[in-house]
């Protein structure tokens, strides 16, 4: 014990030789708070920022995402898009109102959150979704306090010893300041502040793009203007590795009226089960030699394979390299020592394709149409951490020529069908299987995750049908790549229409 005490008095009296020179840590997070507190007295000051109790928040324009259009290349048709945000500060309370149309989808939601515990009204089934509390106190809450530069200083002052200073930068001609911090979520954000204004320019997300690798989404401030004790933007602007794909008009009231704060919360709304929040990784075998790998490479995100004599086809690629990495290990689990040596597409979207790179690389021929292939090849050439680019090789492709494409051995057979033109997308390929009567298709019909009613079909629903009918095709089942899968049944439900055929 005597000895014990010793050496730690011993150490105790050591030099502290670090004392009186900050580290570059240190100086990096005290030059960004300077920067904040720079920006906090442009808009107005500390005491004008902490004054804010309650938020009303209205934002309207258009949107057009990158890789979420109905053609991989403009011009594009925007998605209508309107949002109203009321965040009650003290009480820990949100109330959102989301509509949006374009693309195939009408959408028109209002997600309440209090108290870590939240809600989600869907005004077209008038159904009520509990929100899990994990998604209600993080993805579903921190992220509307990104909608305004007050709210963003706020939290960066909140969450101060997170804040570190990057250096200088130039954005439309004017220099910034360039800090970074972590928010509640999690979500690293970097701030540009106009070094000559104060203003917050933009702030930058990073992530990665199927196209381009790791980038940055941009939400861009304009327009400021004076709202009571301080300055709002009237505009902000999205962009997407280094594309415009959205703008908004914005108009911002702080603590209102008590008659601007409140909003009609339906009562009489079925209330249903809450969604998974991390549904299981499963394979499910839906017939012999055809499976469908749910939730594995992400949550909601599933790819169809199939075995024929020598080889496999997998239908959809979906999200990343990291998930198709895990698809491919479950399809060779499955059927051992068969080669995947064609990969199917159903439409060009970011989050349909983000997994091609892993099947390029597995050495599969890519089936898609003659459109969408220099999206694929752009892809291939991507800058990113992987398989392929360890070993880069130029993809092959079996294109859709005629609306058709057919896969057989005499005994297995497999029909990649253009259904297009969609309201969702232009060129949509649905894979059909005639032997088991069994459609593979994305983003055209949903089975919901939970005991939700389906509520009136969408638009591209619809022309699903009709292409179905008018292909003579009449399937028993209806696999999805998100989703379960549905039934002939279920899916003569969802369209309010008599298509079950004995």
Known sequence: MRATLFVLAALMALPTTAVGKPTLTEESQVHARKVVD????????????????????????????????????PPFEPTRFQETLLLDLKENRLVLEQMNSGAGFDGHNTIVIHDGEGTTYDHRARTATPIPAAQANQQQFVQYYRR????????????????????????????????????????????????????????????????????ASQIIFSDYASVGRTMVPQQWNWRIAGDLAARYRVRAGFNPPAADRSTDIPSDYQKVAAVPLDPKPTVEKLADDVIV?????????????????????????????????????????????????????????????????????????????????????????????DRLAKAPRKPQFLLVEGGRR????????????DVGPN???????????PKQR?????????????????????????????????????????????????????????????????
């Not at 990969?343 to 003659?370: K, M, N, P, W, Y």
């Not at 057919?406 to 069908?417: A, K």
């Not at 309201?423 to 299987?433: C, D, K, N, S, Y």
């Open 406 to 417: 057919v896969l057989t051995d005499g005994d297995q057979t497999v029909e990649l069908i």
């Open 38 to 73: 720079s920006a906090v007295t442009a808009l107005g000051g500390a005491s004008a920022l902490q004054s804010i109790d309650f938020v009303k928040l209205q934002l309207q324009g258009d949107v057009w995402p990158r890789l979420q259009m109905t053609t991989p290349n």
């Open 293 to 385: 790998v749910q939730n594995v490479a992400a949550p909601n995100y599933n790819t169809m394979a199939v075995a024929f004599r020598d080889y496999v086809i997998a239908v959809e690629a979906p999200w990343s390299s990291e998930g198709a990495d895990r698809v491919i290990e479950r399809i060779k689990e499955t059927w051992p020592g068969k080669p995947i040596r064609y990969v199917a597409v159903t439409h060009h979207h970011g989050d349909h394709i983000g997994g091609l790179r892993s099947f390029i690389a597995e050495g599969a021929t890519v089936i898609t149409t003659q459109t969408n292939r220099g999206v694929v090849e752009t892809m291939a050439i991507a800058p990113q951490n």
């Open 148 to 215: 305004l530069p007050q709210l963003i200083l706020r939290q960066a002052l909140e969450r101060e010893n997170t804040l570190r200073y990057l250096g200088r930068d130039t954005f439309e001609g004017r220099r910034q300041d360039v800090v970074t911090f972590v928010m509640a979520d999690a979500q690293q954000v970097a701030l540009y502040v106009d070094a000559k204004t104060g203003l917050l320019s933009k702030y930058e997300l990073i992530f990665t793009d199927p196209l381009r690798g790791d980038q």
């Open 438 to 502: 069994i459609v593979f298709q994305g983003d055209l019909f949903f089975m919901p995750a939970n005991d939700a009613p389906q509520g009136p079909p969408q638009t591209s629903t619809l022309s699903f049908a009709q292409k179905l009918k008018e292909k003579n095709l009449a399937p028993e089942r209806i696999a999805s790549v998100h989703g379960r899968t549905a039934t002939k049944e279920e899916f003569a439900r969802a369209i309010n229409d008599q298509m079950v055929k004995n």
């Open 423 to 433: 309201p969702h997308a232009r060129e949509m390929l649905i894979a059909w299987l």
